[in-house]
């Protein structure tokens, strides 16, 4: 089912059984819609080891041009593993505001 | 074009499966089903059918497999009974909506517990929603012939849905009849090759069974009981070239002897057989009663059930399951669905009967017939009644 237009679709408009003819189809699924966190990185305690980037099961977790990590929150669930596996305590959760 | 021959009705699937030319068969033997997959198991061993037999160890592994191998297009058989449909049951539900044209025979058995390998149709009523088309078989002839459809049916481009043949546990299963079978060239004529329209297959890659979030999962479900109603003309069609080509003739609802009938049995399965045995006796008395044979049970023939009971006064309905804490047979509540709210309203009477293999005698119609006849006139407060039961 072609995720970006899943809420314009009808019933009329699914293949017969659902099935999916784009191959790779999952990326465009836009997982953080799911999110009430968002990862935040205190660049001065963050020693860039990477774990966050290791563990993120989406995975969306990039580093920019200096080696500090942020999320693509296209695809952030908020789940907080990153904050939590954290050596350094330099993730925070913060609340979206809805 | 056609021989006939003495066999099994278990026997007869196996026929009507290598007639249509099986590609994959995944099963496993379960009483009163054992039968039909020892035979094809032979048929497959000794070379008169060139298909895959897949030895799996359950019933949920078997439909597991068939759901693959009808992905890729090939043509898929399997059956079961009782306790196996019941551990098939979460990928009935999937087979149906990914839209994969299985066929399956299942030789109906009562459930457990109390243990109990006879049979009754607490097994197909327990996978009733489950989406696939589901339609019952009298005979060994009627469950060759409607064998051979289901693959036709199901393979449809404007069907493509499981179908589920249903046929009475020992009481059809296990009987030796003369059977008509035909030959593969004059299947081959009335049954086109399986060309699933998306299959699996590496040039073309497909997701088939992805996930739907809510925001498509209302729209992924109308689409699939929009499509199953849409079987219906599809069905009928079926049975129709059969009867055209082979000259015997099935129908979503067949009725017997319905002319000037006040009192109108419905039964659905073998039993109907024996039940018109006893209209005949009754309407050689004098008494005007008739009988509905009810054929397809999913998608369900409402339009057909409301003419065929349009002049009755009182219907009969006997079902061969309860409802627990429902209302009575699943069968007799269907009808009274189909039957709210229209103009003519008949007197429905509820019975169960035929449970766990025990049989249903001639007699027993009979004062069913009087008993629905003093419910009414007496208009006694009756639910629903168990036929037979010591008590």
């Given at each position: 089912m072609a995720p970006k237009q899943d809420a314009a679709m009808?019933?009329?408009?699914?293949?017969i059984g659902n099935?999916?003819?784009?191959?790779?189809?999952?990326?465009?699924?836009?997982?953080?819609?799911?999110?009430s966190q968002r990862p935040v990185w205190d660049k001065n305690v963050?020693?860039?080891?990477g774990r966050c980037a290791s563990v993120c099961p989406e995975p969306c977790i990039v580093h920019d041009a200096e080696g500090y990590y942020e999320a693509?929150?296209?695809?952030?669930?908020?789940?907080?593993l990153c904050a939590y596996e954290c050596p350094k305590k330099a993730i925070t959760m913060v609340e979206e505001n809805v | 074009m056609s021989k006939r021959r003495g066999i099994e009705a278990s026997a007869a699937v196996a026929e009507a499966v290598a007639a249509a030319n099986v590609d994959v068969i995944a099963a496993y033997p379960i009483t009163p089903q054992t039968h039909i997959v020892e035979r094809i198991s032979e048929i497959v061993a000794d070379g008169i059918l060139d298909a895959e037999f897949i030895c799996v160890e359950s019933e949920h592994s078997a439909l597991s497999a068939c759901l693959g191998s009808a992905a890729v297009g090939a043509r898929t058989f399997t059956a079961t009974a009782g306790q196996g449909l019941e551990l098939m049951h979460e990928v009935l539900y999937v087979t149906a909506s990914m839209r994969l044209p299985v066929v399956m025979v299942v030789a109906n058995r009562a459930l457990s517990g109390p243990l109990n390998v006879w049979g009754d149709h607490s097994d197909v009523m327990a996978a009733r929603d489950c989406g696939w088309i589901q339609y019952f078989a009298e005979n060994a002839q009627e469950v060759y012939d409607l064998t051979i459809c289901a693959f036709r049916i199901a393979e449809d481009h404007r069907c493509l849905f499981p179908v589920m043949v249903n046929m009475d546990g020992f009481?059809?299963?296990h009987v030796v009849e003369p059977v008509e079978l035909l030959d593969r060239d004059a299947v081959a004529s009335f049954l086109p090759p399986n060309r699933y329209p998306l299959p699996l297959h590496p040039d073309r890659p497909v997701t088939m069974g992805a996930f739907a979030p809510p925001v498509l999962y209302t729209e992924c479900r109308t689409a699939q009981e929009e499509a199953l109603r849409a079987t219906f003309p599809v069905i009928k069609e079926a049975w129709d070239d059969f009867a055209n080509r082979f000259g015997r003739r099935y129908a979503p609802v067949e009725t017997y002897r319905?002319?000037?009938?006040?009192c109108v049995l419905v039964v659905m399965g073998s039993f109907a057989e024996t039940a018109a045995a006893v209209i005949d006796r009754l309407r050689d008395a004098g008494k005007p009663v008739g009988l509905i044979?009810?054929?397809?049970?999913?998608?369900?023939?409402f339009a057909e059930i409301r003419q065929a009971l349009s002049n009755a006064r009182i219907v009969i309905v006997c079902d061969r399951s309860i409802s627990y804490g429902g209302p009575g047979g699943p069968v007799c509540s269907e009808l009274k669905a189909a039957l709210f709210g229209h103009a003519h309203q008949p007197r429905i009477v509820s019975f169960i009967a035929g449970?766990?293999?025990r049989d249903i005698l001639p007699e027993q119609f009979a004062s069913m017939v009087d008993r629905a006849t003093e419910i009414v006139e007496r208009n006694l407060p009756v639910d629903y009644e168990i036929i037979g039961v010591r008590q």
């Open positions: 009808t019933y009329r408009d699914l293949t099935i999916v003819t784009e191959p790779g189809s999952a990326a465009a699924y836009r997982t953080g819609d799911w999110r963050c020693v860039k080891c693509d929150l296209y695809w952030c669930k908020g789940c907080g | 009481h059809v299963s319905l002319d000037g009938a006040e044979r009810l054929r397809l049970w999913r998608p369900f023939p449970l766990g293999g």
